[in-house]
C-alpha cells in the first residue's frame, strides 16, 4: 500500500540553527499539505501545495519558514533560525487533489522537532 | 471561521465498555468529516471518512454518525480493547481543503 514518507523521523536541534524537513507524498496525488502539532493539540496547517504551487501559507511564519515543491512531486520544509516555541511534530499529507473539499488525506508518520 | 471542539479531552474506561467520542464544528457547510487516530509519537491513521451526504459510516467495531444541522458527529466504538487506546481527532475541511482538527480525544482502555 502507498504510503507517505517523511524524513528524518526525530530532529533534536539548538536554538538559531536550521533545519530541514522531507517528504515524499503518494504517487500521483497533487495536493501536498505541511502541518504542525503541538504536544496535546490538534494539527494545524502551515503550507498547502497544488503541484508546484502554494494554494495557501497564510498560517506559515515567513520570517523563519520556507517551504518547496519545485517539481510538483516532493517537498521540504525548513526552519532558519529554529526557535524553542518550533518544537513540535511536522506532520505532512497528500491527497490526490481531484475532489476540492472532498479527498480523504494520507498522513505521514511525521517528523518530531526538539529545540533546545 | 471553522472551530472544532472535541469533548472529553481525556477518557478512560475497562475493557470491553462501549463508547462514545464527541465532536462538534461551528459551521456546518462542510462536504465530510473524518475521523483519525493518533497513537503516541506517531502520524495519523485514519479511521472513517463521512461525506456529507451521509448520516453514518462504519468500520469494523467503529461507527461514526454525523449531524450537519446540529454541527455534530460522534464516534462509536464497540466492546472496546487495550489496543484502542490512543487519540481520538476528527477534522473538517474548511476551503480548499485545508483540514481544521479538534484538540483530539486521549483514550485509554484498562485491561
Redesign the interface.
Known amino acids: 500500500e502507498a504510503e507517505v514518507a517523511?524524513s528524518p523521523r526525530y530532529k533534536i536541534t539548538e536554538k538559531s540553527q536550521a533545519v530541514a524537513f522531507w517528504c515524499d507524498p503518494i504517487s500521483g496525488h497533487a495536493?501536498l499539505?505541511w502541518?504542525r502539532q503541538i504536544l496535546?493539540?490538534?494539527?494545524?496547517?502551515l503550507v498547502?501545495f497544488?503541484d508546484e504551487s502554494v494554494?495557501?501559507d497564510s498560517q506559515l511564519p515567513k520570517d523563519r519558514f520556507s517551504a518547496e515543491r519545485l517539481k510538483g512531486v516532493d517537498s521540504t520544509l525548513k526552519i532558519q533560525p529554529a526557535e524553542l516555541g518550533d518544537s513540535a511534530?511536522y506532520?505532512c499529507?497528500s491527497?490526490p487533489?481531484f475532489l476540492?473539499?472532498?479527498?480523504?488525506?494520507?498522513?505521514?508518520?511525521?517528523t518530531?522537532l526538539t529545540v533546545l | 471561521k471553522q472551530e472544532?471542539t472535541q469533548i472529553p479531552a481525556a477518557l478512560s474506561v475497562p475493557e470491553g465498555e462501549n463508547l462514545v467520542l464527541n465532536c462538534s464544528f461551528t459551521d456546518s457547510a462542510?462536504?465530510?468529516l473524518?475521523w483519525?487516530r493518533q497513537d503516541p509519537?506517531?502520524?495519523?491513521?485514519?479511521l472513517l471518512?463521512i461525506?456529507s451526504s451521509q448520516r453514518e459510516q462504519t468500520s469494523g467495531r467503529l461507527n461514526a454518525s454525523l449531524d450537519k444541522s446540529s454541527g455534530r458527529s460522534t464516534l462509536y466504538i464497540a466492546a472496546s480493547q487495550p489496543g484502542d487506546s490512543a487519540t481520538y481527532?476528527c477534522?473538517v475541511?474548511q476551503?480548499?481543503?485545508?483540514?481544521v482538527?479538534?484538540?483530539?480525544t486521549r483514550l485509554t482502555i484498562n485491561p
Do not use: C, H, W
Not at chain 1, 476540492?100 to 511525521?110: M, V
Not at chain 2, 476551503?95 to 483540514?99: D, I, T, V
Not at chain 2, 482538527?101 to 483530539?104: A, L, R, S, Y
Open positions: 517523511q495536493t499539505y502541518y496535546g493539540q490538534g494539527p494545524e496547517l498547502q497544488q494554494v495557501d511534530m506532520l499529507a491527497s487533489g476540492e473539499g472532498r479527498d480523504t488525506q494520507y498522513f505521514g508518520p511525521g518530531r | 472544532v462542510i462536504y465530510n473524518q483519525f509519537g506517531k502520524g495519523l491513521t485514519s471518512l461525506q481527532l477534522a475541511p476551503g480548499a481543503q485545508k483540514l482538527f479538534g484538540q483530539g
